[in-house]
């Protein structure tokens, strides 16, 4: 299953909204009723954090500004007010066909 | 709070077998309910799942690789351990342990990770 991200590179100003698009090849919606689509956040210099499990469900301690929405094939990460905090690269994966797990190739977010 | 942390050597010659060890702090291997993943990082492949294995023994891997990797689980050090074979230049990335919560297939992955070791594949 291909991950396509969009856009690849996203400038957005502090404390204005962000989107980010997630398209898989196939999908996702597993025969037990469950999307297993994950949002990943990776900072500067440090490992992914799973920010968002099954589409729409904030790990613990995850700001409520962040949510996750789609189904199907087509997804979207949204941050509603961005931090400086927020910097760094953002992938979806898919765990719904594995193996294998397959990873969006990321989105670049950078403050204005 | 689970802790992971990777160790290995940062430079492997080519057609070598690269070996890395996470040590797990704050939890038990055996606690049962978990897979113990390798993931790794590179820029020209992205984020690429390697493989996982649970303290019962089942063992997952990415058919692209399933032939080069093994994975193992030392329960006496808290360890869990990546092989990989026959190493060429594209096997030079970050690699990263994680934890996956929940023995369910599927399951919704890597919730915690190390801070990842380079490892550069280089004569």
């Known amino acids: 299953v291909v991950m396509t991200q969009s856009p690849l590179s996203l400038p957005v100003s502090l404390g204005q909204p962000a989107s980010i698009s997630c398209k898989s090849s196939?999908?996702?919606?597993?025969?037990?009723?469950?999307?297993?689509l994950n949002w990943y956040q990776q900072r500067p210099g440090q490992s992914p954090r799973r920010l968002i499990y099954k589409v729409s469900n904030r790990d613990s301690g995850v700001p409520d500004r962040f949510s996750g929405s789609g189904s199907g094939t087509e997804f979207t990460l949204k941050i509603s007010r961005v931090e400086a905090e927020d910097v760094g690269i953002y992938y979806c994966m898919q765990a719904t066909h594995w193996p294998p797990y397959t990873f969006g190739q990321g989105t670049k977010l950078e403050i204005k | 709070q689970v802790q992971l942390q990777e160790s290995g050597p940062g430079l492997v010659k080519p057609s070598q077998t690269l070996s890395l060890t996470c040590t797990v702090s704050g939890g038990s291997l055996n606690s049962g309910d978990y897979y113990w993943s390798w993931i790794r990082q590179s820029p020209g492949k992205g984020l690429e799942w390697i493989g996982y294995?649970?303290?019962?023994?089942?063992?997952y891997k990415n058919p692209s690789l399933d032939s080069r990797v093994t994975i193992s689980l030392d329960t006496s050090k808290n360890q869990f351990s990546l092989k990989l074979t026959f190493l060429t230049a594209a096997d030079t990335a970050v690699y990263y342990c994680a934890r996956v919560q929940g023995l369910a297939l599927p399951n919704d992955a890597f919730d915690i990770w190390g801070q990842g070791t380079m490892v550069t594949v280089s004569s």
């Open positions: 196939q999908n996702l919606i597993h025969s037990d009723g469950d999307t297993y």
């Open positions: 294995m649970s303290y019962s023994g089942a063992t």
